[in-house]
Structures are given as structure tokens and as C-alpha cells.
T-cell receptor, first 114, second 119 residues
Framework: KAGVTQTPRYLIKTRGQQVTLSCSPISGHRSVSWYQQTPGQGLQFLFEYFSETQRNKGNFPGRFSGRQFSNSRSEMNVSTLELGDSALYLC?????????????FGPGTRLTVT | AQKITQTQPGMFVQEKEAVTLDCTYDTSDPSYGLFWYKQPSSGEMIFLIYQGSYDQQNATEGRYSLNFQKARKSANLVISASQLGDSAMYFCAMRERGLRETSGSRLTFGEGTQLTVNP
């Protein structure tokens, strides 16, 4: 069974631009979560989607948004990029939107904002 | 609020020896899942092992075992027979277990332990 895939793997953007990251979950998984990892803040939860609905949201500004499609693929968008948005963005998939199931991560997208 | 504490920023172990990575957690939820992940320098977060709060037995996956002590709220990872490839950052994480499959949840991570395996 294929794992979680994320595209692109690396991205360089300029302040003020916007960016869209994509995540394809493991086949059969309906929950997709997004996390931001930075050296200073560690791993922080962005949001979770299940069956095309946002089920949970972290403490991030409205510039961060996401969506999930009917095939469970998910995208996250960051508008008006700031230098502090430089991070590794990790996507994780799980069968369900609850803690009783294992959660698997993709390889991440490394975003650099200049 | 949930909280995960990993008190060992760095650990060193000799190849073929066992090592224990500490993790304590705090939650008011009676039902939750505990996870350990390995993150090599490449950045990918690799799932290692899972323990449910109601599981009677400690979880094991190959060379990995989870020493779950519910009363002490600890979930230490034990790696037996360390290998050079085990050198990486290790994260303990917790996810609350909602009443329904659609309850919505998030992983709360500790700060991680950098493990170095010496030859």
C-alpha cells in the first residue's frame, strides 16, 4: 500500500506571495492533518479534515487555510507569506478522526520564504 | 490541555545496547492514544509504535517496545539492540480519542530526544 505523498517536496517563495501544498493520504484513510515544524516552535498542529469537513483547527492566523476533496486528498494554502512561515510542513493521514487510530506522515514539504 | 514532556534533549548509546527514551504526558481525557515517531535528518516522520490508553498489554513492534505506566502517566520507548541507523530525533505524541470517528483530534508532540548511536 502506498504511503502518504506530499508535493512539492521543496519550495522557495518570496514574502507576500501565496503557496499551495498538496497531500495524498494512504488509500482508505479519510482523515488528513497538517502540522508545521520549526526549530523554535517545534511541531504545531494546523488543522484536520475528515470527509471534506474541517474537524479541528490549531492556533494559526487566517492566512493558513485548507480543504479536502472527495477522494480525501488535501491541500493547504498560505497567503501573504511571511519570513516566519519558513518551515517543514507535514501532512498525516489516519483512518478516522479520533485518537484510536495510527497516524502516518508524509515526507513533508520544506518551504523557504525569502 | 494536553501536554507531552520529553526530558532528555540528547541521548547516546553504544551499538547493540538497549536504550530507553522517556516520555510523560498530562491529559484529563480518559481515552487517548500515545505514539512514538522517529525523524531522521531527511525530515520524514516515521511511525514506530502506538499504545491505546485502555490497552492492557504494552505495545511492541520488532525492536521497539513501549513501557506504558498509566498511573504514572509515562510512556517510555525502549529500543533494543540499537543500530547505527537508529540515530535520529524521536518524538512522543498523544492524541485524544473522541467518542466518534468524526470527533476531530490532533497530535500533541513533545520536544523530542536526539538519539545518537555510537559504533
Amino acid at each position: 500500500k502506498a504511503g502518504v505523498t506530499q508535493t512539492p517536496r521543496y519550495l522557495i517563495k518570496t514574502r507576500g506571495q501565496q503557496v499551495t501544498l498538496s497531500c495524498s493520504p494512504i488509500s482508505g484513510h479519510r482523515s488528513v492533518s497538517w502540522y508545521q515544524q520549526t526549530p523554535g516552535q517545534g511541531l504545531q498542529f494546523l488543522f484536520e479534515y475528515f470527509s471534506e469537513t474541517q474537524r479541528n483547527k490549531g492556533n494559526f492566523p487566517g492566512r493558513f487555510s485548507g480543504r479536502q476533496f472527495s477522494n480525501s486528498r488535501s491541500e493547504m494554502n498560505v497567503s501573504t507569506l511571511e519570513l516566519g512561515d519558513s518551515a517543514l510542513y507535514l501532512c498525516a493521514s489516519s483512518f478516522a478522526s479520533t485518537g484510536g487510530y495510527e497516524q502516518y506522515f508524509g515526507p513533508g514539504t520544506r518551504l523557504t520564504v525569502t | 490541555a494536553q501536554k507531552i514532556t520529553q526530558t532528555q534533549p540528547g541521548m547516546f548509546v553504544q551499538e547493540k545496547e538497549a536504550v530507553t527514551l522517556d516520555c510523560t504526558y498530562d491529559t484529563s481525557d480518559p481515552s487517548y492514544g500515545l505514539f512514538w515517531y522517529k525523524q531522521p535528518s531527511s525530515g520524514e516522520m516515521i511511525f514506530l509504535i502506538y499504545q491505546g490508553s485502555y490497552d492492557q498489554q504494552n505495545a511492541t513492534e520488532g525492536r521497539y517496545s513501549l513501557n506504558f505506566q498509566k498511573a504514572r502517566k509515562s510512556a517510555n520507548l525502549v529500543i533494543s539492540a540499537s543500530q547505527l541507523g537508529d540515530s535520529a530525533m524521536y518524538f512522543c505524541a498523544m492524541r485524544e480519542r473522541g467518542l466518534r470517528e468524526t470527533s476531530g483530534s490532533r497530535l500533541t508532540f513533545g520536544e523530542g530526544t536526539q538519539l545518537t548511536v555510537n559504533p
